[in-house]
């Protein structure tokens, strides 16, 4: 195994000099959480461009030339649905990773039982994005009312997610306390 570089402008690799047989078995050893950290961190620039995504659509309505190809109602819940799921992804794949690396060690996963109760208490946001993805996945669509309306002057939007709404239709808010 050799230690390099590389020039992402150039796309150029220079090898520079094998590496000792304890850097291999280093290498050997931490490949592994390496490989995981890059995948976790991917999940969270995945969950970005679910938000880009949503924000374009906004930014898309807002616009004096916007037309209609598909039902606005629609493609507002999918973008938020897509953007739900994901970040509740990110949060089962720690979980998993979590129990799968602590899966005998009970005082561990407690720790991370109390940690998510601890953010959820400190994050009203977070706490609420945690039930109002459970809302969306088990009851009813995220967005119960939109609207746009367009004149000479201006482009107006209305997306609305009515608390009396979800509260009356769900009574699971518990993380969030809505």
Same mark, same amino acid.
């Given at each position: &195994?050799? !230690? @390099?570089s $590389?020039?992402k402008?150039?796309r150029? $690799?220079?090898?520079?000099?094998?590496?000792?047989?304890?850097e291999?078995e280093?290498? /050997?050893?931490f490949?592994p959480?390496?490989? +995981?950290?890059?995948?976790r961190l991917? !999940?969270?620039? &995945?969950?970005?461009?679910?938000? %880009?995504d949503?924000k374009?659509?906004?930014n898309?309505? !807002?616009?004096?030339?916007f037309?209609? *190809?598909v039902d =606005?109602?629609?493609e507002?819940n999918r973008?938020?649905?897509?953007?739900?799921t994901?970040?509740?992804a990110?949060q089962s794949?720690f979980?998993v990773?979590?129990?799968q %690396?602590?899966k005998?060690?009970? #005082?561990?996963?407690k720790?991370?039982?109390?940690?998510?109760d %601890?953010?959820?208490?400190?994050?009203?946001?977070?706490?609420?994005?945690l039930?109002? %993805? @459970?809302? #969306?996945?088990? #009851?009813?669509?995220?967005? @119960?009312?939109?609207?746009r309306?367009? *004149?000479? /002057?201006s #482009?107006?939007? +209305?997306v =609305?997610a *009515?608390?009396?709404?979800?509260?009356?239709?769900?009574?699971?808010?518990?993380r969030? @306390?809505?």
């Amino acid at each position: &195994m050799r !230690l @390099g570089s $590389y020039n992402k402008i150039k796309r150029h $690799y220079d090898a520079l000099r094998d590496l000792t047989e304890e850097e291999t078995e280093q290498h /050997t050893k931490f490949t592994p959480f390496l490989t +995981e950290a890059r995948d976790r961190l991917a !999940l969270f620039r &995945m969950l970005d461009r679910n938000y %880009r995504d949503w924000k374009s659509y906004l930014n898309r309505l !807002l616009s004096s030339t916007f037309k209609e *190809d598909v039902d =606005v109602s629609e493609e507002l819940n999918r973008f938020l649905l897509n953007y739900l799921t994901f970040a509740y992804a990110i949060q089962s794949h720690f979980l998993v990773s979590f129990h799968q %690396r602590f899966k005998n060690d009970t #005082v561990m996963l407690k720790k991370y039982s109390d940690f998510i109760d %601890r953010l959820c208490e400190a994050s009203w946001p977070f706490a609420f994005l945690l039930d109002y %993805r @459970g809302y #969306v996945r088990h #009851v009813g669509l995220g967005i @119960g009312r939109n609207s746009r309306t367009a *004149d000479d /002057t201006s #482009v107006r939007i +209305e997306v =609305v997610a *009515d608390a009396r709404t979800l509260l009356s239709e769900s009574r699971q808010w518990r993380r969030s @306390g809505l």
